[in-house]
Structure formats: structure tokens, C-alpha cells
């Protein structure tokens, strides 16, 4: 494609474009906070550590071990993205610096290939082409070894008669086994914090001593705490600095290696290329190295089962071979999209399709054309085949050009997006050519801030949960009760309510602190716990749920899940009520949506009130309301929660009642009374109490 064609603007308005120069003082901003490679290489290391660590782990005083999945046993972490490529630019909002890391976890346990045939001694994965998804495998497995485990990671595909059975890798269920086995990590690493906890002595069981070392230093990253959530096929981790105004966010992926080049990709191998870059011999290196298959399946998938094909790893090698004139050129180009094109909420255009929109310009255009004499005129031709590509509703994939990454983007929002590219480029003066503050972003701008208000609540709310937990476990081992409850003391609930309603209004504050409470709430059934229960080591594990540190542990790591989930609403919610959405192509329709949908994963209904489910136990509901019926004084005698709507009360027992959910479950001998979805009231309009 030719940028002559692509062009918006006049042959004298562009001649002036090429003359002008960038502002000095935005070209030293450039410099100074554009992120050299080598930076974090401390966290990176520690990062590293958290993902791989293959052998279970212990902390403190207690050698409570649990052993990842036998197919994750082996994993070699590659940092990707911008940072790793020495072009990110940090994200100073607020006075607050905040950066980004992206990185990949490459199983090294098997390996996928084209060919029929692979090792004949360990399970390995045959790839196959997806003919209405370029860009898209299905990964089919060959078992050898821990076959029972990849059937757990696996889908089954039968014919009619099921004569033929075949193993197919699923993409959700390695996403969720990864995502529980970091939360877990991540909870672990905030349990630093138990060293300052009251009676934390007493935390602890002599049954659990050891002759190992401790492996983590007490004094050392003290000032550390990790919120964690999903976000397609990665696990987003906030690092909050309690003792700096810093948070980093790391997204980690899983990878299946594939040593050969893809044969869908050879296209890559034979192009024409008008500037000579990347040369052959470069290209030929480059394709050596694979690909990755990450677990991502595109929208219109049928069967969930597919793979994404990924080149990570060669586009790393690409962005760090760039001139060094280059290099300024893709970092203003890319401070242009962060300060007018990102959208503050959705996936419409994203940095990854910039950086293919840079890659095609680099190999259409001459090397000795990158100067910093002629900046103005490559960032204007950047612009300019961005702007074609939105218009145009495609936007190629560098090494796999028949994948169209606008392909599940709505039409509107490219538009909108070329609209303001169009803009971008008719007053390039005062957009970007003379414009100071472009690299200085408001907070809503920025992907990683959580602003200082929120950032100090997050730390402050982790620590009480961490106590309350200590505290609950604790009072559990002295006066013996057969359950433990956990729960924010009320001196913890009024400091947290204050400092929340530093950043919220009265309504807000009390829904966040019902919805930490409930995470509080000891489940049988909670996710976490059953994580825990599948990969421990049996006589550990009966110390530790002697000890109460099973049911903590889950707690709190239900807590990082349900907190990382939290700070992304609150987030999305502030950006609904106060930007003007209308100017990135969403309309009223999708703001309402999105509200909805973000209330209802935080536990609300469709007006902003805390749905029952998730309320705190001395909440109290209106009489009148059929929707949400609670029976107040009613408690499962299995999972001791309050039952809400359907009870189920033994005909014999005359104190045992059940909700819906252990009702299915149940192995309770006798007969049950299915209880209409009523309130209970007596004659004189008080309700009745359930009797001890």
C-alpha cells in the first residue's frame, strides 16, 4: 500500500507538516521517561520466581506446601510487550508513576508441532489449522505420560457412534487452572503482613515445624501487596507499594512453545520488501524461533477449543533492531494514540495495532528516510496509514497479514477512532508538534494508575482482611468452635469506611464495605479452597485445616480475586459516569449495558442496590420485596450461611434446615419440607425466630 493514497491532507499543508520540528522539550520528555530495558530487573526477577516456582512453597513459621499441576511443573518465563522492547513510556498521572509489564509463562512439559508424528516418550500436541480463522489452531493431544492429568486440561471430541474419541486442549481450563495457581501465589506473598499481626504467635502449630529453611526474607519486600484478575487469556497482578507513590501491573500469559515456523506464515519468508527491512538473513533468524500458542479463542468460536497463534517473541527481536531515529518515532507515535485515541474503557484501538501499523510502515518506507530531521514527516505517515486502516475497517497482522485484527471491533468505534487520527493529523501543530504536556496523562487516561486514594485503600483494606483472618483463626484454636468466621472488627470497618469515603459517596462506601465482608464469609464450596484441597500434600493439609490455615488461606485468596475484580468495577464505573464516551463512538446503549454488567459482577442489581447474596448479615431487607426474600434467622446446618428464598426443613429433625444449593448435595437421611418463598411473620407482624 502506497501512503500517497491514504492521505487526508494537502500537498502545500503537508510540504509545511515535513518543515516543522518537534519541540524540544517534548523530545526530552520522550527520552526521560521513555523505560529502558534493563529497568525492574529486581521485580523481574522476584516476578519470575512467584510464576515458576515448581516445588510448592512455604512461609514463615510453616512449611504448608501446594504443588502445582504436573503439566505446569516447568515453566520459562519470557517479559514481552513494550517494557521488554525499551519502548514504554512511563504513566505519570497525579504525581503517581505507574508502569506495566507483560510477560508469557512457556510450558516446557510438551511441546506443539505440524507433524503427525512427535516424541514417542511424553505427550505432545498436534497442530491443525482453523480454515475460517487464520491466526486460529486447535491443539489435538497424543498422551504418553500424566495422562491423567491432560485429560483434565482436555475436551473430548467424539463421532456419532463414538467409535473415535479424540483429546483436544481447551483453552478455559488451562486460563482457570493458571489463574487459581497465581492467585494462591500472589495471596501467599501477602502474608508478609502477618508479621505485624496481633497474636500471630498463636497463628501458628508446633505441628508444623521443620528442619528447611525459610525461603523468604521477613525484612525484605515487606512493603509489597498483590491484587489479582483475569483478563482473557492473562492474569492481571497490581503490585501496591505501601511505602512509595508506585503501583506496577504485570499481565502473564500461558504459552505452548512451537519450535517450527507455522506454514500458514510462510508469506513472511518471501515477501517483497521496499526498504530492505527486515533483511533476509534477519528474516531467517527470526523464523527460526517459532511461535507461541496462546489459550485464546476468537468471538464467533463454536467450540471454544481454539488456539492463538502468537509471535511474541519475533516481534520483540523486530522492535529492538530499530534505528535509533525509529525508535522516537514509534514512542511519539504511540504517545499520540495514549493521550487521543486509547479509549478509557473497551477494546477499540489498542497499542498491538499500532505497533503493526508501525512494522508495515518500517518495511515500506527506506531506512535513510528515519532521521530526526524528518520525524514530523514518518510520525504524519504513521497517522496517515493508521487513519487508512480504520477507514478501511482492516487492519493486517504484520506476519500473518490474512488475520484482520479489527475483526471483532465494532465499525463505529473505527470510525470514531478515524475521525480523531483524522483530526491528529490536520492539527499536528497543536496536538502533538507543540504540545508539552502530551506525555502527561490525566487519571483517566492512564491503564495502570489506581490513583493514590485508591491505591492507599486497597493496601489498607488487604491488611484488614489479613488480620481479621489471623484474628478469626486464632480465636477458633482458643475457644475451640467447630467453624471459623471471619469478619472486619468494628474499629477495622470504620477505619476502612473512612478512608473509603475519601473517594466515594455514602451509598458506594457501604456496598464496598458489604461486598469485602462477603468475601470474608468461610465457604465449604469456595473455589479457592477446593484448589488448595486438590494439590497438597494430605498430612500437611489435615495439620493446616486442624490449624485453621486452610480456611484462612482460602479466605484471603478469594479476597485478592474478589478485590483485583473490585478496583477493575469501581474503576470502569467512575469512567462511565464522568467521560463523554460519545467522542470514541460508544453510545448511550453501551454505557448502560457496561453499567449493568459491572453491577451485577460486583453482587448488585440493576438499580445499584447490593443484591441479598452479597449482603452483610445484619442487613435487613424489606418485607415487601419477593424478589430478594431472606429468611433473616434461618441457617443452612451445612454450610452455616443464612438461607435466602428456597429452605428446605427436615420432617424429623426439629432444628435442620437447608438451603436450595446443600439441598442437592445432601446425604441427610431424612425426609425434607420444601418451604414456600415467604416471609415469616406471626400474628402480630414480628418476624419469628429460629430456635437453638
Known sequence: MDIKFCGATTTHYFQKIIASRINKVLLEDLSNLAVPPAKFERLKGHIKTVVTQSKGWMFYDFPFKVQVHPCFSELHVEFIGSTSEGLS??????????EELDLTAILQTTTATEAKKSDETRTWLEIQHCAGNPGFVLLKVHMKDNSEHWCGLSNIVSNQDGSINEFFLSPVAFTDEFFLMLCLRCSVENLHYTAYCKDVDKFFDNELDTDEEDDIDKDDALHEFFIVTQEGPAVKTTVLFADKEMSIQYDCSLAVQCSEWPSIADEFLHRNRVSGFPSLEFVKQLTSMGCLLVPKFPQDSKTQLEWRLSFCLVERELML????????CYLLF??????????????????YHLKNVFLWECE??????????????????????????????????YILPQNNLFRDIDQSLLFYAGMQVQTAIFR????????????????????????????????????????????????????????????????????????LEQSFNKDMTEMLLQYINASLKHRPDNITRHYICSRADP????????????????SLANTVMNWGNMVEIITNLEVLETENLKEYGYNEEYKLTE???????????????????????????????????????????ECDDRI?????????????????????TSTHPHEFEFIEEENDYDDDGEMGCKQS
Not at 513510556?89 to 505507574?98: A, K
Not at 533492531?321 to 522516537?328: C, D, H, I, S
Not at 435466602?644 to 442437592?664: A, I, N, Q, S, V
Open 595 to 637: 453499567r449493568l454488567n459491572l453491577l451485577f459482577r460486583m453482587g448488585m442489581d440493576d438499580f445499584g442496590e447490593l443484591r441479598s447474596s452479597c449482603g452483610d448479615e445484619n442487613a435487613e431487607t424489606d418485607s415487601g420485596d419477593d424478589t430478594f426474600s431472606m429468611y433473616e434467622d434461618f441457617v443452612c446446618d
Open 321 to 328: 533492531n530499530l534505528t535509533e531515529a525509529q525508535r522516537k
Open 89 to 98: 513510556i512511563s504513566e505519570v498521572t497525579e504525581g503517581n508513576e505507574n
Open 334 to 351: 504511540k504517545a499520540i494514540w495514549r493521550q487521543f485515541f486509547c479509549p478509557p474503557i473497551g477494546k477499540a484501538l489498542q497499542s
Open 428 to 499: 499536528s501543530e497543536v496536538v502533538w508538534i507543540e504540545n508539552n504536556v502530551l506525555l502527561f496523562l490525566p487519571p483517566h487516561k492512564s491503564r495502570t494508575s489506581l490513583g493514590r486514594k485508591l491505591r492507599k485503600t486497597c493496601i489498607m483494606a488487604l491488611k484488614y482482611v489479613i488480620e481479621a483472618m489471623v484474628s478469626g483463626c486464632v480465636k477458633k484454636q482458643n475457644e475451640n468452635e467447630e467453624s471459623t468466621k471471619y469478619g472486619l472488627s468494628t474499629e477495622a470497618m470504620n477505619s476502612l469506611r473512612s478512608e
Open 539 to 554: 498430612k500437611q493439609l489435615l495439620i493446616a485445616s486442624k490449624t485453621q490455615l486452610l480456611d484462612g488461606l482460602a
Open 364 to 397: 515500506n518506507v527506506p531506512l535513510q528516510e528515519w532521521t530526526d530531521e524528518k520525524m514530523v514527516a514518518r510520525v504524519t505517515g504513521l497517522l496517515q496509514r493508521l487513519q487508512y486502516n480504520l477507514f478501511t475497517r482492516t487492519c493486517p497482522h
Open 644 to 664: 435466602w428464598g428456597e429452605r428446605y426443613h427436615c420432617k424429623t429433625c426439629p432444628d435442620f434446615d437447608l438451603c436450595k444449593y446443600c439441598y442437592l
